[in-house]
């Protein structure tokens, strides 16, 4: 008989082949086992050995913690990601040191649990309510994606290297200062309203503190020697509108002096820049969404009796009209506040001004934009639904983040597709 890792890797390569009859008489070899006392004890093992070799394989090339549980759920389900949650666990105590803060952090927001090594698999196909047959089979398919993910940008310094050792975070912060817990609280009743002009003024008076702390912290990192590179973060744009709320990262990164690459296939939007405006980013993206799928849905209530358009068309119509406003709201913010930080620091500082600041820190965020994504292409967006675009629109308006005052939006032009 073979023992249990040449049956992994007979099983293995039979999933990833096109034969399913054949696939599924190598599974069956793997649930006879290799055909001694402790054979399903040996094959487990050896599952769980190329899972966790997979997982750190994984880390050099980009992913991280919260990626890998994402795309397992996205391409399998969320048992097989629960499962890779244990295997993380169990890769996690034989990780090579230095393992940043945040990487741990990561784990504990998973939640994983696992006890003894040798009962991981067991203890999880039990909890999942799995019998042998099927948990053979989703641990197999787990493992065929986790070797087949490709390499992506390295946004922090994984663990076992130098890099990971520095106790300054190059993502996104994670502080519980006041002000930003009031900018949390403040959306959280934005999303929670369902008059549009109290979310207005509530949403509005979060990007205002958003951008004075933004500004702050520039101001603050000029003042000294840093060899810092922007970070990045990680954010969701799965489906359904993928497009769309891919649309809105790249609007609010814009706005919040970030740049974002969408990868489709990946079910993900990265967002470059420094920590306090990734920050902004992550939570005004995160509420804004809740904001505009409450206002879609609320406007597919609205919609003229008999119209021959398709939901999903009006839908998506709508989430890229607002997108769009939004995106022009938060830019009229930002500049509003810039403007005045800046006339106040010309004020007390003479020649040495804000701007020049930002504009360098706006040139770091582009170099690292890149070297880490040197072959980014632009994709035409496509309006296919005039009424869901004008509805999109008018949602975006109730939800206006003019902080600045005296300057009426502009019309974001835009002609429905014929198709």
Not at 305 to 322: I, Q
Request: some cysteine; glycine content about 8%; proline content about 5%.
């Amino acid at each position: 008989m073979p023992d249990a890792d040449e049956l992994v890797a007979s099983a293995l390569a039979a999933v990833r082949g096109t034969d399913v009859r054949h696939a599924e008489r190598q599974l069956d070899h793997l649930m006879v086992g290799t055909g001694v006392a402790d054979g399903s004890t040996s094959v487990d093992a050896a599952l769980l050995r190329r899972l966790v070799r997979a997982l750190g394989r994984l880390w050099p090339r980009g992913w991280q913690p919260v990626d890998v549980d994402r795309i397992t759920g996205r391409r399998l389900d969320a048992r097989a990601a629960r499962l890779v949650r244990d295997a993380m666990v169990v890769q996690r105590r034989d990780q090579a040191e230095p393992v940043p803060a945040w990487w741990d952090d990561q784990l504990r927001a998973l939640a994983a649990t696992t006890g003894d090594d040798r009962s991981v698999l067991t203890s999880w196909a039990a909890r999942e309510g799995l019998d042998r047959a099927d948990a053979l089979r989703t641990a197999v398919d787990t493992l065929a994606l986790l070797e087949s993910l490709p390499p992506i940008a390295v946004l922090r310094p994984p663990p076992g290297t130098s890099g990971a050792a520095l106790s300054r975070a190059t993502g996104p912060a994670r502080s519980g200062s006041p002000m930003l817990d009031r900018v949390r609280a403040l959306l959280a009743k934005a999303e929670s309203t369902t008059f549009p002009a109290e979310a207005e003024a509530l949403t509005g008076k979060a990007q205002e503190l958003i951008a004075r702390h933004s500004i702050d912290e520039a101001l603050l990192a000029a003042g000294a020697e840093s060899g810092d590179l922007p970070g990045g973060v990680r954010l969701s744009t799965d489906t359904p509108y993928a497009g769309a709320k891919a649309l809105l990262v790249q609007e609010v990164a814009a706005a919040n002096r970030c740049e974002a690459v969408w990868s489709d296939d990946l079910g993900f939007a990265t967002v470059l820049g420094w920590p306090a405006d990734l920050m902004a980013v992550e939570l005004l993206y995160t509420s804004l969404l809740v904001q505009a799928t409450a206002a879609m849905l609320r406007g597919r209530a609205e919609r003229r009796p008999g119209s021959g358009r398709r939901t999903k068309v009006w839908d998506e119509s709508f989430l890229n009209a607002f997108a769009l406003r939004i995106g022009e709201r938060l830019r009229t913010a930002t500049e509003a506040a810039t403007d005045a930080a800046d006339q106040a620091a010309a004020e007390t500082a003479g020649a040495e001004r804000l701007l020049p600041v930002l504009a360098a820190r706006g040139e770091a965020v582009r170099e690292r934009l890149a070297t880490l994504f040197p072959g980014v292409t632009r994709r035409r967006l496509s309006v296919r639904d005039a009424e869901g675009w004008s509805s999109g629109t008018s949602a975006a308006d109730r939800a206006s983040l003019d902080v600045g005052g005296g300057r009426k939006p502009r019309q974001v032009p835009g002609r429905p597709d014929p198709r």
